[in-house]
């Protein structure tokens, strides 16, 4: 009969907690990469726009078409910077989560240690039990057939 290890219920939840921690990790790391995603979309165009925009200087432009240009280019750099701040939020947050699951990670691990001894406790007083128990019998067994021996001698 084995006793159950008195903080189980705290292991359990421990294991749940850093599974969810590593679960909400996983997507706080797929959505920084979304985001740096679009942010390197976001870059990309506006030098491909910027080199639209030098080309048709060269060629030539209306000063109409050079605020469109002018002012497009402003917006693609509002785009960016805010998307540059989602980046840094998204990267902080990923962080935070990276703590919690190691947080939750170590308490995992500690719940799994006195786990470990607890079962290696019992299992030593289990051992001790059946070698006593063998001793017991072995030291039976030889007062029984020492009692045989010492009954065959005085006949």
Do not use: C
Not at 124 to 132: T, V, Y
């Amino acid at each position: 009969m084995t006793a159950q290890f008195h903080l189980q219920p705290l292991l359990d939840l421990a294991n749940t907690r850093t599974d969810e921690a590593a679960r909400r990790l996983g997507e706080l790391v797929a959505a920084e990469r979304d985001q740096a995603q679009k942010l390197e979309m976001l870059e990309t165009y506006r030098r491909e726009y910027n080199e639209r925009f030098v080309q048709a200087a060269r060629d030539g432009m209306s000063p109409d078409a050079w605020r469109n240009f002018s002012a497009f280019m402003g917006k693609l750099d509002e785009a960016i910077a805010a998307q540059r701040k989602l980046v840094e939020q998204s990267q902080a947050r990923t962080v935070e989560g990276q703590q919690s699951w190691i947080a939750q990670h170590t308490r995992l691990k500690a719940f799994d240690t006195l786990s470990q001894r607890h079962r290696s406790a019992l299992d030593q007083a289990e051992s001790r039990r059946e070698q006593k128990q063998a001793d017991e019998h072995a030291a039976r067994r030889r007062f029984d057939s020492g009692s045989d021996d010492e009954g065959e001698g005085e006949s």
